[in-house]
């Protein structure tokens, strides 16, 4: 009986050195696979005969089996490409992206955007994000990464910050539009959009009209103006700047914002001019324009109107953030790369094209931001490679190839003492 025995366990020794080898065939065969995990074969013993019943210690085992195959889900190494659609997860956390099956989740970063401006993997399944909305705003909308519109309308201005220093020691005078240079003590022209982002030239003009207060007024040229005539200035908003005597900004009061343009632009375009926050509105005076004993200059302004473009280019940064670059300089965030977090990524069930499904033992994917809550963050132009050291897998490989050497020395070595009780019979 015991010879017998030791053939089943020699054969049980030569199935599980099968087995580990391809376990290590198929993690050799992926070591060039993007964003592959490996697998590890673990086994266990088999039910052993005991000698004494069950209160004995005396057993004879049985052989091994196959009890599980884990993946290892260490990090791969990563590598810099040209591609702006390469994205990499450095930490944990995984892609997802949405089948005919329903989601499915990979570390395969490879993807590209089709021509509907969907961005997908290799198979074409969608990559799943946060949206954004009209302003660019990263909203918890999921849904694909798309591009939508590659055009965007052009939008007016509605309103233009400043921030500048007036001189104190500026003479008091009245301002006259006719004779506006010499009148005025300083003045800064900017570019604004009307309704249909039509570039428009405006020149805003200072005057002191007593100690402690100026006046603005905003002009355009006459030929920009509904009626104007050329060579001439076309009053289109004025107000007053009231400062304290430190020189802080005390108070702003618009007079009238009625931009009217020509050439088919909308008439009452109503511009907002943004000085700071003054002290009548709980500001400290540092982020508002001064009037110091120093010279007039302003140090920037901005306007928040553009013209009509066409995308140009587009860019994902590490927080996995997709931006689109238009014509006009305009710069407009489109959704976020969403990354899945799992409570127990080895209970993921591997469904063949890199993909990963979940499943009771791994868990709900979370979906998040990349860089929160333990996910990883997103490195752009990036790729992950397979995380398989082939170094390690070739001395699993000579092992596996020893351990079957060795089962398949215990069948023959039985067979031989079999051969030998047969041949006592036969004498």
Avoid at 260 to 274: L, S, T
């Amino acid at each position: 009986m015991g010879i017998l025995s030791s053939f089943n366990t020699g054969v049980s020794g030569l199935k599980a050195a099968g087995s580990s080898m391809s376990v290590i065939g198929d993690n050799i065969a992926n070591a060039g696979t993007f964003g592959f995990k490996g697998s590890r074969a673990e086994f266990q013993d088999l039910l052993s005969n005991s000698l004494k019943g069950i209160d004995g210690g005396d057993q004879i085992g049985s052989g091994t089996k196959l009890a599980h195959v884990t993946p290892k889900f260490t990090q791969g190494s990563i590598n810099r490409t040209e591609s702006i659609t390469d994205l990499a997860i450095n930490g944990n956390g995984f892609f997802s992206v949405q089948t005919n099956k329903g989601p499915a989740f990979t570390r395969d970063g490879s993807f590209h955007f089709n021509k509907d401006g969907h961005l997908i993997n290799g198979d074409g399944y969608e990559v799943q994000g946060f949206t954004a909305n009209e302003e660019g705003e990263i909203t918890r909308k999921t849904g694909p990464i798309t591009l939508g519109n590659t055009t965007i309308p052009a939008k007016p201005t509605a309103k233009v910050t400043m921030s500048m220093n007036l001189d104190s020691r500026a003479e008091v005078q009245q301002f006259d539009i006719n004779n506006a240079d010499k009148t005025s003590s300083f003045n800064t022209s900017m570019v604004i959009y009307d309704n249909v982002g039509t570039e428009r030239l405006v020149t805003v003009y200072f005057n002191k009209i007593a100690n402690g207060q100026w006046q603005y007024h905003a002009t355009v040229p006459g030929e920009d103006a509904q009626g104007g005539q050329p060579n001439t200035l076309v009053e289109m908003a004025s107000g007053t700047l009231q400062f304290s005597p430190e020189g802080k900004l005390q108070a702003e009061q618009p007079a009238v914002s009625a931009f009217n343009f020509n050439k088919g632009a909308k008439q009452g375009q109503a511009i907002e001019f943004d000085f700071g926050k003054s002290l009548t509105e709980d500001g400290d005076g540092t982020q508002a324009i001064t009037q110091f004993g120093s010279r007039s200059t302003i140090s920037k302004h901005t306007q928040d109107g553009f013209a009509a473009a066409t995308l140009t280019s587009l860019s994902f940064n590490d927080d996995g953030i997709l931006t689109a670059a238009y014509d006009n300089g305009t710069m407009k965030n489109v959704a976020q790369v969403a990354i899945a977090k799992f409570e127990n990524n080895e209970g993921l069930f591997k469904m063949g094209k890199n993909l990963f499904k979940e499943t009771r033992k791994s868990g709900q994917a979370a979906m998040g931001n990349p860089g929160i809550d333990g996910r990883g963050e997103i490195m752009a132009k990036s790729i992950e490679l397979s995380n398989v050291d082939i170094a390690d897998e070739f001395i699993n490989l000579m092992n596996a190839q020893r351990n079957f050497q060795a089962n398949t020395k215990t069948i023959t070595t039985a067979d031989k003492m079999l051969q030998e009780v047969l041949n006592l019979k036969r004498g």
